[in-house]
Nanobody, 124 residues
């Protein structure tokens, strides 16, 4: 059973929007900080941002600040990444991940569970 499942990726034109969804399965996502990462072809995985288990604290990478919004719905074991004003450099596979202790927002090694990823392509 895959602990996290992302959806919502696709092809979008520059300036467009997408909303990614991350659903937890087999564990209570509300007890974990939730992070979003992305990996472009030929590049290392990078942190996009994260949200604390309660939703009260959110951090963003400088590259997406002001354009992306992270949120969560613990009642439905779900997290979201709203992406607006998308740019070609946002093209990547996007992953959500769950961190039980919430110590390392942008550190992939801190996360306990990962999704399989969803592709986002920004192109005209």
């Amino acid at each position: 059973q895959v602990p996290l499942v992302e959806s919502g990726g696709g092809l979008v034109q520059p300036g467009g929007s997408l909303r990614l969804t991350c659903v937890g399965s087999g564990f209570t996502l509300g007890g974990y900080a939730l992070g979003w990462f992305r990996q472009a072809p030929g590049k290392e995985r990078e942190g996009v941002g994260c949200i604390s288990s309660s939703g009260g604290t959110i951090y963003y990478a400088d590259s997406v600040k002001g354009r992306f919004t992270i949120s969560r719905d613990n009642a439905n074991n779900t997290g979201y990444l709203q992406m607006d004003n998308l740019k070609p450099e946002d093209t990547a596979v996007y992953y959500c991940a769950a961190d039980q202790y919430g110590y390392g927002c942008f550190s992939p090694q801190e996360y306990d569970y990962w999704g399989q990823g969803t592709h986002v392509t920004v192109s005209s």
